[in-house]
């Protein structure tokens, strides 16, 4: 299942990779650049809770593999066409099939993991190391013949429908209806004051890895190479970072390990954004550990504040929280378009500040029952 979330998020990774193609092949600016991002995030910000819902009333283990070519087909057609309004609705299609992997892929993950954080936390590696690998494959790819060459990137999405295939044909792996429904009562406040939280986490990851690559450039002259480098620390990061979080959870306690991750976010987004030099990479490593390692623990903790709806709680905090960040993306670039992209940066410092707050006074839920 680790490896299936890989080859699905390559696809979350891959339409922020090819911004700077975007930008350098078709002459778009930045609010039309990121614009994409934003295309890819609506739909999947909208759908994903409602795949949860239906979740929450049938398994729909089906839907794995098809979701993982859905991913792969849009963005393999987002190169093809030199028109915006095609680029921009094979990007949305790819969004629908990420939106729907999520969260039926995270109740049967839950299920294998019987709990544990740290097994979850391997789950969400698997799509964090997608993310790492995205913007190497997209460079790659697009090396060998322009945005025209995007077909070839629909591989992954091939591979991981295979695995979702053989993962539903082996009995060994708990479905979503192997998940009871947990005998304790919805916890609503707390469950939003966290998605609160997420949606400020989402704003600044989406925000960076939109526009990270190109701020590197800038700010190094290292060219291509300077940028796609950050990019890739940034995911890289993102990945150790997850199993990290599972193994801090289990010995200090989810809610506090997600608090304190928000606390060093504040200060490792101020040294991506204002320190110069080439000690941005290890700011860009910090605040990427900073934004992951809570990431498992969003999960676990929202589906355990609503035991009674796990499907919905998972498109929650996977999808609508998470894909919300595509929305500032357009204002992010209309702002970086008018002066800088610095100044377009500035205001992701003050997010996890928020967010922080947000979490302040959250207790630590129970655990769902199991099958």
Do not use: K
């Amino acid at each position: 299942m680790s490896v299936g979330h890989a080859c699905v998020d390559v696809y979350q990774g891959a339409v922020a990779a090819l911004v700077p193609f975007f930008v350098a092949e078709r002459a778009y600016t930045y609010a039309a650049a990121s614009g994409i991002v934003l295309a890819a995030s609506l739909l999947s910000s909208v759908v994903q809770p409602l795949f949860g819902a239906l979740t929450d009333r049938w398994a729909m283990p089906w839907l794995l593999p098809l979701s993982a070519l859905t991913g792969g087909a849009g963005v393999a057609l987002s190169g093809v066409g030199g028109s915006y309004a095609l680029t921009l609705t094979a990007v949305a299609v790819s969004g629908i099939g990420v939106a729907a992997y999520h969260p039926e892929a995270a109740r049967a993950a839950r299920a294998a993991a019987r709990g544990s954080h740290v097994a979850m936390g391997w789950f969400s590696l698997g799509g964090n190391i997608g993310f790492a690998l995205a913007p190497l494959l997209v460079s790659a790819v697009i090396a060998t013949g322009g945005l025209r060459a995007s077909p070839l990137l629909i591989v992954p999405g091939v591979a991981g429908a295979v695995l979702c295939a053989a993962a539903l044909r082996s009995a060994r792996t708990p479905s979503a209806a192997a998940v009871t429904e947990g005998s304790g009562s919805d916890d609503w406040p707390s469950f939003l004051r966290l998605s609160g939280a997420i949606v400020c986490r989402s704003v600044v990851f989406v925000g960076l890895s939109t526009f990270v690559s190109l701020y590197v450039r800038e700010r190094t002259a290292g060219g291509e190479v300077a940028g796609t480098a950050a990019l890739c620390v940034l995911y890289v990061g993102g990945a150790l970072g997850t199993v990290a979080g599972g193994r801090l959870a289990e010995r200090y306690g989810r809610v506090a390990v997600v608090r304190w991750s928000y606390a060093l976010t504040v200060l490792a987004v101020a040294g991506t954004v204002l320190v110069p030099g080439p000690a941005v990479y290890l700011f860009i490593a910090l605040t990427s550990a900073g934004l992951y390692v809570p990431f498992s623990l969003h999960i676990t903790l929202g589906q355990d504040y609503l035991p009674r709806r796990v499907g919905t709680a998972s498109g929650v905090t996977l999808g609508l929280t998470v894909s919300v960040g595509g929305l500032a993306a357009p204002v992010l670039g209309a702002v970086a378009d008018a002066t800088s992209l610095r100044t377009a940066l500035l205001p992701l410092i003050a997010l996890p500040a928020l967010g922080h707050l947000l979490l302040r006074g959250l207790h630590e839920p129970g655990r769902p029952a199991q099958a």
